[in-house]
């Protein structure tokens, strides 16, 4: 079976500052991980992905994500926060020893909020 | 390319009537995702179709639910009858063989009165 966390609901932070959203993963072999964010009324939209090779994966609109097998977690950071930064950050996982099954887990989604 | 287009944007049905939700996935890709999201259980998968055909729908919540895939360009979701607790977002999304993400619609927002 395969999983998700997202410990946290929300996450405030200033404009400017640096940023880090959670996440852990469990899957019985090695992951597909992936971010997505979600605007107001809109679907998500794919941030970055984890397949394999680097540890460090940069995404889209100046995000990363840190692989971290020890510790099974799977980062989502920005070094300098944007209002327009603020949104719902989901985090998901695959699990690609399942025989081509494609079902994606997502997490339960943690706010952003960008305080000018 | 257009992206994944869902029909309507916004349901307002009463208890009872019948809800088709349509989506048109990426020309060219292949699986196509079926998703409810609600405050209280989060994303959902629901469905999952691989070439037209229903690979997993163990997220369907029960027979009032049903979904289609008549071709590579068309899909829908269909309740019969609708209930209040149906009231969700419901996204679409489609996947193609060489890429590992999948690729949302905008969703339809149904309000089940």
């Known amino acids: 079976a395969q999983s998700v966390a997202q410990p946290e609901d929300q996450v405030n932070v200033a404009e400017g500052n640096p940023l880090t959203v959670k996440c852990t993963y469990s899957v019985s072999g090695n992951p597909y991980l992936f971010w997505y964010v979600q605007y107001p009324n809109r679907g998500l939209q794919f941030l970055l992905k984890?397949?394999?090779?680097?540890?460090l994966v940069k995404g889209s609109y100046g995000f990363e994500a840190e692989f971290n097998k020890s510790q099974t977690s799977f980062h989502l950071k920005k070094p300098s926060a944007l209002v327009s930064d603020s949104a719902l950050y989901f985090c998901a996982v695959r699990d690609p020893d399942s025989g081509g099954y494609q079902k994606v887990t997502f997490g339960t989604g943690t706010k952003l909020q960008v305080i000018p | 390319d257009a992206g994944v287009i869902q029909s309507p944007r916004h349901e307002v049905t009463e208890m009872g009537q019948e809800v088709t939700l349509r989506c048109k996935p990426i020309s060219g890709h292949d699986y196509l995702f079926w998703y409810r999201q609600t405050m209280m259980r989060g994303l959902e998968l629901l469905i999952y179709f691989n070439n037209n055909v229903p690979i997993d729908d163990s997220g369907m919540p029960e027979d009032r639910f049903s979904a289609k895939m008549p071709n590579a360009s068309f899909s829908t979701l269909k309740i019969q009858p609708s209930e209040p607790r149906d009231s969700a977002v419901y996204f679409c999304?489609?996947?193609?063989?060489?890429?590992?993400?999948?690729?949302f619609g905008p969703g339809t927002r149904l309000t089940v009165l």
């Open positions: 999304a489609s996947k193609g063989q060489g890429y590992n993400e999948q690729f």
């Open positions: 984890y397949i394999t090779g680097d540890n």
